[in-house]
């Protein structure tokens, strides 16, 4: 495969569920991302790890946590999510590190997420 | 701070051209330009570094005026391919990246 993967593709859980977002890059880039986007918002970064090491949490609620365990792969673990919590997650990587915010973004085709 | 894109939304023939801006409150290094296509991922379009430079792609440019902080992206004869929504991305001189508001573009036949 190339580019940015992610899986599932849809995903329905209830408030007290806990499940798992996946996110493979096959680019060798060193920085990958999550984001969410919501209907009639734009989109929000939550995370960005550089190398491994995450650099960036943008006020994201602890029932989202990041985990990179490698370059390649990226999650997101979820734990008693707010129906609010509903959205399209992204997943992006990028060829440097944080420093190189002038480089391109390769996205994912994107988790929905229904929180019920 | 997200910047704020306008207009919100557009709808356009095909043919006709479109102006898209992008204006940031905060002093910007770069600027990107992102497409995304309904139920799809944004794609990359083109990055405008701090200098003032213009970009094109095709039909597509975009300027980066640093002094105002903002940028336009040009559509020219647009094409039914074009129709999606437009993000622009910008990075602070604080190296905080914000993806704006977002531009919807409909073009019809």
């Known amino acids: 495969e190339t580019g940015v993967t992610q899986t599932p593709r849809h995903l329905v859980m209830g408030m007290t569920n806990k499940k798992s977002l996946k996110c493979e890059q096959h680019?060798?880039?060193?920085?990958m991302y999550w984001y969410k986007q919501s209907a009639k918002k734009p989109l929000e970064l939550m995370f960005v790890y550089s190398l491994e090491e995450r650099v960036e949490n943008n006020s994201v609620p602890s029932r989202f946590s990041p985990e990179c365990p490698n370059s390649s792969h990226l999650f997101l673990h979820l734990h008693t999510l707010q129906p609010e919590d509903s959205a399209l997650y992204l997943c992006?990587?990028?060829?440097?590190?944080?420093?190189?915010?002038?480089?391109?973004?390769?996205f994912g085709p994107g988790t929905r997420l229904t929180v019920l | 701070q997200q910047p704020v894109q306008s207009p919100q939304a557009v709808i356009l023939r095909e043919g006709e051209d479109a102006v898209i801006n992008c204006s940031s409150s905060?002093?910007?290094?770069?600027v990107h330009w992102y497409r995304q296509k309904h139920g799809e991922a944004p794609v990359f379009l083109m990055i405008?570094?701090?200098?003032?430079e213009q970009k094109g792609h095709e039909k597509i440019s975009a300027s980066f005026n640093e002094k105002k902080q903002q940028s336009s992206l040009y559509l020219t004869a647009s094409q039914l391919s074009y129709s999606g929504t437009y993000f622009c991305?910008?990075?602070?001189?604080?190296?905080?990246?914000?993806f704006g508001t977002g531009t919807s573009l409909t073009v019809i036949p």
């Open positions: 405008l570094l701090k200098g003032g």
């Open positions: 991305g910008t990075t602070n001189t604080g190296n905080q990246f914000y």
């Open positions: 905060k002093a910007l290094y770069s």
């Open positions: 680019l060798g880039h060193n920085a």
């Open positions: 992006a990587s990028s060829q440097g590190g944080i420093a190189g915010r002038t480089d391109t973004q390769y």
